[in-house]
T-cell receptor, first 112, second 114 residues
Framework: DTEVTQTPKHLVMGMTNKKSLKCEQH?????MYWYKQKAKKPPELMFV???????INESVPSRFSPECPNSSLLNLHLHALQPEDSALYLC???????????FGSGTRLTVV | DQQVKQNSPSLSVQEGRISILNCDYT??????FLWYKKYPAEGPTFLIS?????DKNEDGRFTVFLNKSAKHLSLHIVPSQPGDSAVYFC?????????????FGGGTRVLVKP
């Protein structure tokens, strides 16, 4: 298995909703990431988990809450989002160093 | 401050010809560089990488060149094929610990005409 799987592929949520994005990999990678990508912009890092511990938080608002239940799973909990949070949310994973830095297909999030 | 720049937002090339994509960086700490290809509504797909100890890496139709003194790298695609039409991102990093931040350039949209 050489994939990073993200669910759901599409999500529409209201500003008062609570939802979660899920990411899974079975490549034995020890680092997992959340990136956000707006239209016609490059991906921007949000969070990095290294060995199941949060190692980087790029000053993301608290309405985004990451969780790493185990080395294969990464969640992003969403609460009270704003319309400007609408974007493609990408999960990635990697081995030590940069080897195998692999992205999932993303979740297209629309906040209404 | 944009540390990784792709100054050409788009590139059009005839099928069979060479595509050359350029990327400049400002952070001299960067020592590992990657190229990704991205189709709309999909995640980036890894293409090729190069570390700062090399100046060239080749994989099939894709070759990446690194000029450290100029802080410049380029991706050559030869021959270009219509399926290569996508947005290409260069990315750079310098942290070797597990859990590495990639800094992306703005992307170059490539159109390969049949």
């Amino acid at each position: 298995d050489t994939e990073v799987t993200q669910t759901p592929k599409h999500l529409v949520m209201g500003m008062t909703n609570k939802k979660s994005l899920k990411c899974e990999q079975h490549m034995g990678h020890r680092a997992m990431y959340w990136y956000k990508q707006k239209a016609k912009k490059p991906p921007e890092l949000m969070f990095v988990y290294s060995y199941e511990k949060l190692s980087i938080n790029e000053s993301v608002p608290s309405r985004f809450s990451p969780e790493c239940p185990n080395s294969s799973l990464l969640n992003l909990h969403l609460h009270a989002l704003q319309p400007e949070d609408s974007a493609l949310y990408l999960c990635a994973s990697s081995q030590d160093g940069f080897y195998g830095y692999t992205f999932g297909s993303g979740t297209r999030l629309t906040v209404v | 401050d944009q540390q990784v720049k792709q100054n050409s937002p788009s590139l059009s090339v005839q099928e069979g010809r060479i595509s050359i994509l350029n990327c400049d960086y400002t952070n001299s700490m960067f020592d590992y560089f990657l190229w990704y290809k991205k189709y709309p509504a999909e995640g980036p797909t890894f293409l090729i990488s190069i570390s700062s100890i090399k100046d060239k890496n080749e994989d099939g139709r894709f070759t990446v060149f690194l000029n450290k003194s100029a802080k410049h790298l380029s991706l050559h695609i030869v021959p270009s094929q219509p399926g290569d039409s996508a947005v290409y991102f260069c990315a750079a990093s310098w942290d070797r610990a597990a859990g590495n931040k990639l800094t992306f350039g703005g992307g170059t949209r490539v159109l390969v005409k049949p």
